[in-house]
């Protein structure tokens, strides 16, 4: 079964990227999930400063603004996608990805469609 | 014939065995919860014409996995999906043997008190699943509407199943975090049923830590936990008046016997909760409930003890409610004004605002201090906070004491 990690940083600096995270933790824990051979995809997002915004109204005109920027105190900065059994074993790999040190990392289950 | 209570006494003993055997078997709670229902049904039908069969429980197993494997002949898409499962489960862990009739009852109490499941939902799993309880006495449990019990019931079920909640017991790692979680839902059922005077609730929880102690023997929380809620039990409820409305919660027809027995029980597992190791959470908290039985009454309690007692559970789990009563027990050692100083101490503790026990305690201070005017105050504002009718009752006349007093 897949799962997301959505992996949201605590704290952003001004650059508007997120703060406190050592390169060496999420290199480690990189190497972790590509070994166990549960990774299905996974990205860190470019600082929030780089972000746009589109929204088409219901007449079709189209929106686009720079940000969000960030408003709530937690900013998503990557995610994995992994496969793995079941919740405990995403909720296990949540609990050992850096990201939920400083900030928190939300697990959402991916829909099936196919069973 | 067989009278129906006995016909129900072996469902309820047999319901969650049953179902946990076919969560395993099938790895779906809503599969499993049907044909578990059919079965008895079916029993329930059968039994009072055919007699009871020797072996009720294997004979319930039999007729349910029967009629599950019927369901998967009709049901394609759910066999297809079920086989899918079995594979993923296989690749968690290797598949145990099937043939037998094994207690699975474990794997079930951490899937209904998952920390993924929002805590109420966990309580209703609990007495659902493991209980045994049908979804409108579920629902009376929570004083909420058949209906809506029964849409919560059906969405947790949804989130097992969408999120793939397993149906296993934690390994040692996990254990620490996850067995404090089916514990508090078995509590919660306590302690509901205390405030509501239900013995019915108070009696379930103790029924279900009883399983999980059969199940977890060597665990000194377990046992704790049991040790805390006997304990309780056996004491009378607290009695709101002089008068003594303190019907015992063992009930008219349950004798003082019953209640001795339960205070026995308690102690002796307080000494193997507390033995062998750092004492926890309900450890601690049963060796005080142990502390207030042996006592004749509250004046001659071991208070000493009592407030070390607490001293060793807020480092263990800190928080201003055991400060409260922390506070309380010091007031019995010290005298009033001790218990005073550490209840105004904590007034600035945002969890304790309209907490009716603080107010309520701290009344009962400022009374024994002969501070009359401040004591009824306060135990107005306890009335105010108050959530319980027996709770109101109790201050409404300490109110009129005070007044009386006044009058004199």
């Known amino acids: ?115 | 014939m067989i009278p129906g209570q006995a016909v129900e006494a072996v469902f309820r003993e047999e319901h969650g065995r049953l179902l946990a055997a076919l969560v395993r078997r099938f790895g779906d709670l809503d599969l499993a919860e049907e044909v578990t229902s059919e079965a008895i049904e079916t029993a329930l039908s059968r039994w009072p014409v055919d007699g009871v069969p020797p072996n009720p429980g294997a004979w319930l197993m039999t007729t349910a996995r029967r009629k599950a494997v019927d369901r998967l002949r009709r049901d394609a898409a759910l066999a297809a999906r079920l086989a899918v499962l079995q594979v993923e489960a296989d690749r968690a862990g290797p598949a145990p043997a099937t043939d037998e009739f094994p207690d699975d009852r474990l794997q079930l109490f951490f899937t209904c008190a998952h920390p993924a499941l929002a805590a109420e939902d966990r309580i209703a799993l609990t007495l659902r699943c493991l209980g045994g309880l049908s979804t409108p006495e579920v629902a009376r449990a929570f004083l909420v509407p058949t209906q809506t019990m029964a849409k919560r019931i059906t969405r947790a079920k949804h989130r097992i199943r969408a999120a793939r909640i397993p149906f296993r017991v934690p390994g040692p790692d996990e254990l620490p975090h996850r067995l404090p979680v089916v514990l508090q839902a078995i509590y919660s059922i306590f302690t509901e049923g205390y405030a509501a005077k239900r013995t019915d609730l108070t009696g379930e929880a103790i029924r279900l830590a009883r399983i999980l102690r059969r199940l977890m023997p060597a665990d000194r929380e377990v046992a704790g936990l049991l040790a805390l809620m006997l304990l309780t039990h056996a004491r009378r409820w607290p009695a709101p008046d002089a008068a003594g409305d303190g019907a015992g919660p063992a009930g008219a027809a349950d004798g003082g016997a019953a209640l001795v027995g339960a205070a026995e029980e308690g102690a002796a597992l307080v000494v193997v909760a507390l033995t062998g190791g750092a004492a926890g959470f309900y450890g601690v908290q049963a060796a005080i409930a142990a502390l207030h039985a042996e006592a004749p009454d509250p004046e001659s309690a071991d208070w000493p003890q009592i407030v070390a007692l607490y001293d060793v559970l807020l480092s263990i789990a800190p928080s201003p409610v055991i400060a409260v009563n922390r506070a309380a027990a010091v007031a019995m050692r010290d005298g009033p004004e001790a218990g005073l100083a550490l209840l105004d101490a904590l007034a600035g503790e945002p969890l304790l605002r309209g907490y009716g026990p603080y107010t309520s305690a701290r009344a009962d201070l400022l009374s024994r201090l002969g501070r009359r005017g401040e004591a009824e105050e306060a135990y107005r504002a306890a009335l105010r906070q108050a959530g319980t009718d027996a709770e109101r009752a109790f201050l409404r006349d300490r109110i009129d004491r005070i007044d009386g007093i006044d009058r004199l």
């Open chain 1, 1 to 115: 079964m897949k799962y997301m990690l959505l992996i949201h940083a605590g704290a952003v600096d001004e650059q508007g990227g997120a703060a406190g995270c050592e390169p060496a933790d999420w290199m480690a824990y990189d190497k972790q999930v590509q070994e166990a051979g549960i990774l299905v995809a996974g990205e860190s997002l470019a600082d929030l400063v780089t972000a746009t915004t589109v929204r088409v109204a219901a007449d079709g005109t189209r929106t686009v603004t720079d940000g969000p920027f960030a408003e709530t105190r937690e900013v998503l900065g990557g995610f994995y996608v992994i496969d793995v059994p079941d919740l405990d074993a995403a909720l296990d790999w949540a609990a050992r990805c850096p990201g939920a040190r400083d900030g928190s990392v939300v697990v959402r289950p991916v829909a099936d469609f196919g069973a």
